[in-house]
C-alpha cells in the first residue's frame, strides 16, 4: 500500500439543531485507493464525504488530505467533488462545461479546451463536445459531470451517490468506466452509495455506517482482484460479499478482515 492520503481521526459532527451526524469517526483512506462508504439513509455519509471536501467543517477531531486540512489552498487543488445531480449549466456546450474548473483557474483558452476535449474521450464523449446539456440522456449528464471532474487531474475524487437516478444497465456500464478512469488516472475515490451492491463491485474497502448516531459498524476488505469485470458480477464471492455487508448493517457484524471464504456465510 502506498501512503495515506485521507486521515480522519476520531471525527464528530454536531449540527446546531443538535443532531449528532457523526460519532467517533476515524478512518484512512490509502493513495490509489477506491473506498465506499455505505449504509442507511441519514448514518452521515453525505456528511462525512462533505467534511472530505472541506464543505462541512467536523465539530472536534481532525481530518486532513495529504497532510492539509480539507479547505487549504492545495486540498481544492488536489480534490474534485461529483455531486448527485449533475449540475451542468444549460447555456454551456458539453465541452464548454467540461472545462469550466480550468476556465474559474485562469488557464488559458486553448489549452483548457484540449484538457476537456481529452477528458470527454475518457467518458466516452468525445464526439458529443458541441451539444448542449439538454440533448443528452442522464447517463451521458453525469458523464459531463464526471469528466468536469477529472479536468483539474485531481488526486482524489469524492463521489456522493453519482448513479442513484440511472436505470440498472446505465449504473452498470458506468461502475465500469469509473474503475477503468481510476486505473488510468491514479486517483483516490471516496465513493458514497446506499447500493451494495455497486460498492462491492468498485470497492477495494468498504466503510460500513450505521445511524443515530452516524458511525462506522465495520470497515470491510474487498480482496477480490482489481479492478473488477463482468466474471465478478457473476461469481458467488460477489453475492456473498453483499450478504456480508448487509448482515453488518442487520447487527451481525463479520471481523472487519474477514478473510475469503467468508466465516459464518453460507456456501
Ligand atoms: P446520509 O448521507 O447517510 O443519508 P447525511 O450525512 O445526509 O446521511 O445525514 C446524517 C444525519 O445528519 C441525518 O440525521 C440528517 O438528517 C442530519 N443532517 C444532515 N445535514 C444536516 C444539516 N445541515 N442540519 C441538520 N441536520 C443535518
Known amino acids: 500500500m502506498g501512503t495515506s492520503t485521507i486521515e480522519v481521526q476520531n471525527v464528530h459532527k454536531r449540527f446546531p439543531d443538535g443532531t449528532l451526524a457523526l460519532e467517533g469517526v476515524s478512518l484512512q483512506v490509502q ?24 464543505l462541512e467543517t467536523a465539530t472536534s477531531g481532525s481530518v486532513s488530505l495529504n497532510g492539509h486540512l480539507p479547505s487549504a489552498p492545495q486540498s481544492r487543488q488536489d480534490m474534485a467533488f461529483v455531486f448527485q445531480e449533475p449540475t451542468l449549466m444549460p447555456w454551456k456546450t458539453v465541452l464548454h462545461n467540461v472545462a469550466l474548473p480550468l476556465e474559474l483557474r485562469g488557464t488559458p483558452l486553448a489549452e483548457r479546451e484540449a484538457r476537456a476535449r481529452r477528458c470527454l474521450e475518457l467518458v466516452g464523449l468525445g464526439a458529443r463536445a458541441g451539444a448542449f446539456p439538454r440533448e443528452l440522456s442522464g447517463g451521458m449528464k453525469m458523464r459531463v459531470s464526471i469528466a468536469r471532474a477529472l479536468v483539474t487531474e485531481p488526486k482524489v475524487m469524492l463521489m456522493d451517490e453519482p448513479f442513484g437516478a440511472l436505470d440498472e444497465m446505465t449504473r452498470q456500464r458506468l461502475n465500469d468506466e469509473v474503475l477503468g478512469i481510476q486505473q488510468a488516472t491514479g486517483a483516490t475515490v471516496v465513493f458514497v452509495t446506499h447500493n451494495m451492491f455497486e460498492a462491492v463491485y468498485l470497492s477495494q474497502r468498504i466503510v460500513v455506517m450505521t445511524p443515530h448516531p452516524g458511525r462506522i459498524a465495520a470497515v470491510l476488505d474487498v480482496p477480490e482482484a ?22 453488518i448493517l442487520e447487527g451481525h457484524p463479520a471481523p472487519p478482515d474477514a478473510p475469503a471464504p467468508l466465516a459464518g456465510v453460507p456456501a
Open 31 to 54: 493513495a490509489g485507493e477506491f473506498v465506499s462508504l455505505v449504509g442507511p439513509s441519514g448514518c452521515g455519509k453525505s456528511t462525512l464525504l462533505r467534511i472530505l471536501a472541506g
Open 226 to 247: 482489481y479492478p473488477r469485470d463482468a466474471r465478478f458480477r457473476g461469481s458467488d464471492l460477489y453475492g456473498k460479499r453483499v450478504f456480508q455487508v448487509l448482515q
